[in-house]
Each structure stands twice: as C-alpha cells, then as structure tokens.
C-alpha cells in the first residue's frame, strides 16, 4: 500500500518571503501522479499543483513549484513571494494510475505567514 | 461550469438519528469519492464510485455506513444510528476519469 509522509507539522514564513514544504512516500509503482491540496481556514480542499510522475520537468503554477524526485520519493512545494492568503494546511496526496486506487494523502503541514 | 456540490454544509443529528449527505459532481464528471476528516487530522478515503457501481469501498466502517451514486442523481453517504465519533467533515469529490480529483466544500456532520 501506498504511503505518504509530510515530516513538518507546523511551520512558519515572513510575509514575501519563500518556503518549502516537505513531502515523502512510498510505492512500488512506476506510474502515478502527485497533487498538493491546500486547505484554508474555511475548510475547502483547494488542489494546488499536480505533477505526473513520467514527466522529468517540475511543475509550475505561478507562486507555487515543486521539485520531484522521482528515485528519492519526494515531492516537496515550493511557495514563493509567500502571502497572508497562503496561511492554510498544505495536504500532499498520491494517487496511482495503475487501476482504480483513490488518493491517499499525508497528515499535513499547518503553514502560517506571518506579516 | 459549477464546482463539486455538498448538501447539507452543516447537518446537526442526536444520537441514533441517520445522517444523509449528498454530492453533485462536477459535469461530465462520472468519478466520485468520499473522504472523511476529523478534527486536526488529514484526510482519509471512505469509498469510490462510479455510476451504480462501487468501485473501492475499503475505508468504509463495516456497520451503519452506506454510498450509493445512482443512475440519475447525486451520490448519497449515509450513515445509520449515528454516534457522536461521527461527528466530522465528510468530503466528496469527483473527476473525470480516475484523473485530477476536484473537491466540494465539505459536509460538517455534529452529533450530540
């Protein structure tokens, strides 16, 4: 079974500057995608950045980056020009392309940015 | 195009009640999923559907807990006699086909 690992219950960032979050797992699989969900205050599950496991190159949305690593499982975002709006939980969450599998997400990561 | 829809955002059950929570997905949308997270914790998978099938019912409590996605209609968790460890926000989601996965904005199921 798959798992998911975010190391880093809790962390902290000024206003602008960047941060990166940290995300681990586990598979024996070869094809897969990985996502970033944020999850503010009012609770709604809000999908940051996706990133499919064949493609070498990082995805990329505006603030938001990641770098994977494929040989090492890891799967970290990066938040850049961080805002207050970015105050939230961070879910990394792994889902297979090999059959019907559902997505399985790490315990998050409480992000605060502080002004 | 409308997101994932949830209904009810807030439902209030006392003990031993039935709770029914309903999930529109997104359109063209044929996937559905059921999370549920308690307070402080992450998300964790309850069941996947698709239309009239249950695909993955493997997080689903044995007892009381039912889903259903039919033909015509929204999804449907219900939960039987309802104890206060229910108490949580229930998530559905939906996607295309087994693809990127679009979340509603919850449920909050309270018993008391």
């Known amino acids: 079974a798959q798992t998911v690992t975010q190391s880093q219950p809790e962390m902290s960032v000024q206003e602008a500057e960047t941060v990166t979050l940290s995300c681990t797992y586990d598979t024996s699989e070869s094809n897969y995608y990985l996502f970033w969900y944020k999850q503010p205050p009012s609770r709604q599950m809000i999908l940051v950045i996706r990133q499919e496991a064949y493609k070498q190159q990082n995805a990329t949305e505006n603030r938001f980056s990641v770098n994977f690593q494929k040989a090492a499982k890891s799967f970290s975002l990066k938040i850049s020009d961080s805002q207050l709006g970015d105050t939230a939980m961070y879910f990394c969450a792994f889902m297979s392309r090999e059959g019907n599998t559902p997505l399985v997400f790490g315990k998050g990561t409480r992000l605060s940015v502080i002004a | 195009n409308a997101g994932v829809m949830q209904n009810p955002r807030h439902l209030v059950r006392r003990r031993g009640q039935e709770a029914r929570l309903r999930c529109s997905p997104m359109?063209?949308?044929?996937?559905v999923y059921w999370y549920r997270q308690l307070p402080e914790e992450g998300l964790k998978f309850m069941v996947y559907l698709q239309k009239e099938n249950i695909i993955d019912e493997s997080g689903m409590p044995k007892e009381r807990f039912s889903a259903e996605f039919p033909k015509e209609g929204p999804s449907i968790l219900r939960i039987q006699q309802v104890v206060r460890g229910d108490s949580a926000a229930y998530f559905c989601a939906s996607s295309p086909w087994g693809d990127t996965i679009y979340f509603g904005e919850g449920s909050w199921l309270t018993v008391v």
């Open positions: 359109k063209g949308h044929s996937h």
